[in-house]
């Protein structure tokens, strides 16, 4: 727009797709256009103010960031926009330096930006038909999201979120959708979330107390795993949860004995685990057959599993002595079977045979690993502490990471 030409609605409408909230009615002698850029400049310098430096680009940033840097770029690039809020500027934003890599508000994700600015609905064609006033309530929730500090202790949770990725990879814990349980929607200390793309740990529940409409709320200390942390009130976390339709409440997948020689009611038999030992005539076999070890998880019966073994390079082409078993519930025996794989990986026995044509193959479940040793470790999943411990082929025995 050239210096002196008149601001028009179609320049306005292109305000509105930075996020800039479309009041009812212009204020004093400001027309509505340029009400909503000084709004919308004030929200960047209170960002600038909490958070200490000028909203930046970049994928690893915040929504809310990422969007204030879109629109600082443009009420830059207006000349306009410049004139409107120079007087305001005792932060200097306009004559700063962008910072990170120059992103467009049309490639961010719709859904997630809406969700986090509190806007209810289906999201209409174009941002810029937005015409939606938040309630107070929607204000504060989308305010707490967006006003974070800097964690000074996060060391103190840093390796629980580490903790928690390792156990979300191995299975142990499952990233299940916020809504898929509406019924669920208590949060507690110790509770781990996703909310925008990142992991929220709640550090910290005050106390409860109930809204005016007789709900349960409390001030919450929540960490996020970028470093950042926010005193928000549970219900605003819960919105927020519900308006992002990718959140996740990250839970164990593993809830009470994974083994077990009953079953209670209501139990879901998902398998069994089975340990086999080789009667194989290969002479390392041999020297190391009470050590070598097949473990293994079928949904059928172990004896059907392990049938005709002769002529299976599974099972070394010999027959197979059954050692151990443990019985399956509730729980997923396929990634049961990958956790005590990575667990046993260092004894791994690298072996061998051939099949009946003549074909060499590698068999890749057999473990250097006295029976004691797989009992321990079963013991290890069963209190959820496996993943602190590695095998020690050496000392033949499990070892504490660290």
């Not at 961010?108 to 600015?117: H, P």
């Not at 004995?257 to 009667?279: K, M, N, Q, V, W």
Request: hydrophobic letters at 35%; glycine letters at 8%; charged letters at 30%.
């Amino acid at each position: 727009m050239a210096k002196g030409q008149a601001f028009t609605n179609e320049d306005g409408d292109l305000l509105a797709e930075l996020g800039v909230e479309v009041d009812a009615k212009a204020a004093g002698r400001h027309t509505l256009e340029q009400e909503r850029i000084i709004a919308g400049f004030e929200e960047i310098q209170r960002f600038v103010a909490e958070q200490g430096h000028i909203p930046q680009h970049g994928e690893d940033r915040d929504i809310f960031e990422r969007l204030y840097a879109v629109r600082l770029d443009r009420i830059r690039q207006q000349a306009e926009c410049r004139m409107l809020v120079e007087p305001l500027d005792h932060q200097g934003l306009l004559a700063a330096s962008p910072h990170g890599s120059p992103l467009d508000v049309e490639a961010l994700d719709d859904d997630a930006l809406l969700a986090e600015l509190g806007v209810d609905g289906d999201p209409p064609s174009s941002i810029a038909q937005l015409t939606h006033v938040r309630s107070s309530a929607e204000k504060r929730a989308a305010e707490e999201i967006a006003r974070r500090s800097q964690c000074k202790d996060f060391h103190a949770f840093k390796t629980r979120f580490a903790q928690v990725q390792k156990e979300l990879d191995i299975g142990l814990r499952d990233a299940r959708p916020f809504k898929e349980n509406k019924g669920n929607t208590e949060i507690n200390v110790g509770d781990f979330f996703i909310v925008g793309g990142q992991k929220a740990y709640v550090a910290k529940k005050g106390r409860q107390s109930l809204t005016k409409d007789g709900k349960k709320d409390a001030r919450l200390r929540v960490i996020f795993d970028n470093g950042t942390e926010s005193r928000m009130l549970m219900r605003s976390l819960q919105r927020a949860l519900y308006k992002d339709d990718t959140s996740r409440r990250i839970m164990k997948a593993i809830q009470g004995p994974l083994f077990a020689d009953y079953r209670e009611e209501g139990d879901e038999a998902s398998g069994t685990i089975y340990i086999l030992r080789s009667c194989s005539k290969l002479p390392s076999v041999i020297k190391n057959r009470d050590l070598i070890h097949k473990i293994g998880v079928t949904n059928g019966k172990v004896e059907q599993r392990i049938g005709n073994p002769q002529l299976d390079p599974t099972f070394l082409m010999a027959e197979v002595e059954i050692v151990a078993t443990y019985d399956l519930y509730n729980i997923n025996s396929k990634k049961l079977e990958t956790l005590i794989h990575r667990v046993f990986k260092p004894a791994q026995l690298t072996i061998e045979v051939k099949d009946r044509f003549g074909n060499a193959v590698v068999p890749r479940e057999w473990f250097l690993v006295p029976l004691p040793v797989i009992d321990q470790a079963v013991e290890r999943i069963q209190d959820g502490t496996i993943t602190d411990y590695v095998y020690d082929p050496q000392g033949s025995c499990m070892k504490p990471l660290g």
